[in-house]
């Protein structure tokens, strides 16, 4: 079974460009988490996409954004970037769990770096 | 809303050492859940284990034990003879039942030295 995989590996940017990170699930989960992990801040929540809806996001400014798509996979948005977005980006993915809070399945993430 | 706190920011210790990771949380639901995730160098994180606030047994598995008390809000991991493979970040999670996504702590950082 193939795991969360998110793309790119790696990406730069330059302050006020837009930068599109994607991730798809695991087959068979319907729930795409992503999360921001700044050296030193552990990860911080950014939202939570199931069946296609936004559920929840995390105490972040409307510049990040994102979608969930028929297929599961997912696209996280970070427009206008600023120097302090450079971090690693995790997807993670969960099945659908009747008593919720299921683990979730992290992908390797996507290193973005903003000059 | 919830909160983790792992206080030690970095542990270092000799291999077969015994280690404690601390891990205090907070939350206002009566119904949660608290998880241990690894972030060895490779950047994956990978799931340990999953605990809900009506279970609170003791857990070992391995080397790995884990600690629950809601007396005190705490989840503690040990890990018992450590090896150098242990070496990793370690993230303590808390997600409420109203709200599935999971809120972790800052991480704990531990070296085992050879």
């Known amino acids: 079974e193939a795991g969360v995989t998110q793309s790119p590996t790696h990406l730069i940017k330059t302050r006020g460009q837009q930068a599109t990170l994607r991730c798809s699930p695991i087959?068979?989960?319907?729930?795409v988490y992503w999360y921001q992990q700044a050296l030193g801040l552990g990860l911080q929540f950014l939202l939570w996409y199931d069946e296609g809806e936004e559920r929840n996001r995390g105490n972040f400014p409307p510049r990040f954004s994102g979608r969930q798509f028929p297929n599961y996979s997912s696209e996280l948005n970070v427009n206008a970037l600023e120097l302090e977005d450079s971090a690693l980006y995790l997807c993670?993915?969960?099945?659908?769990?009747?008593?919720?809070?299921?683990?979730?399945?992290f992908g390797n993430g996507t290193r973005l770096t903003v000059t | 809303a919830q909160k983790v706190t792992q206080a030690q920011t970095e542990i270092s210790v000799v291999e077969k050492e015994d280690v404690t990771l601390d891990c205090v949380y907070e939350t206002r639901d009566t119904t949660y859940y608290l998880f241990w995730y690894k972030q060895p160098p490779s950047g994956e994180l990978v799931f340990l284990i999953r605990r809900n606030s009506f279970d609170e047994q003791n857990e070992i598995s391995g080397r790995y034990s884990w600690n629950f008390q809601k007396s005190t809000s705490s989840f503690n991991f040990t890990i018992t003879a450590s090896q150098v493979v242990d070496s990793a970040v370690y993230f303590c999670?808390?997600?409420?039942?109203?709200?599935?996504?999971?809120?972790f702590g800052a991480g704990t950082r531990l070296t085992v030295k050879p």
């Open positions: 993670a993915s969960s099945p659908w769990d009747t008593e919720y809070n299921s683990p979730l399945h």
């Open positions: 087959s068979g989960h319907t729930s």
């Open positions: 999670a808390l997600s409420e039942t109203n709200n599935n996504d999971m809120r």
